[in-house]
Nanobody
């Protein structure tokens, strides 16, 4: 069964940056596209960014395009999310999962909290 552990969140001021990491296990990592999701209080979980298995293609939600960058290190079985120019609206619990057109596994990690506030 796939297992994901997210890290790197924190409290940051508007305009600041954070780099999230997601370590995966229990799957042949390089065979899978990977995605980052987020869920704000009272809202549904939404797709933020996704990247193909070999990292050649990526896609972003309109609200983060130009500010966030997804990348991956297949040797370390880790996917990253570089977040720049953070806005209060980016405040949420951030998760990762395998898949490009939706999460493939039911086993979500604990997530990492991102809070953008002055």
């Amino acid at each position: 069964q796939a297992h994901f552990v997210e890290s790197g969140g924190g409290l940051v001021q508007p305009g600041g940056s954070l780099r999230l990491s997601c370590a995966a296990s229990g799957l042949t990592f390089s065979d899978y596209s990977m995605s980052w999701y987020r869920q704000a209080p009272g809202k549904e979980r939404e797709l933020v960014a996704r990247i193909g298995g070999i990292g050649g293609n990526s896609d972003y939600a309109g609200s983060v395009k130009g500010r966030f960058t997804i990348s991956r290190d297949n040797a370390k079985k880790t996917v990253f999310l570089q977040m720049n120019s953070l806005e209060p609206e980016d405040t949420a619990l951030y998760y990762c999962n395998a898949g490009y057109r939706g999460p493939l596994f039911d086993s979500w990690g604990p997530g990492t909290q991102v809070t953008v506030s002055s």
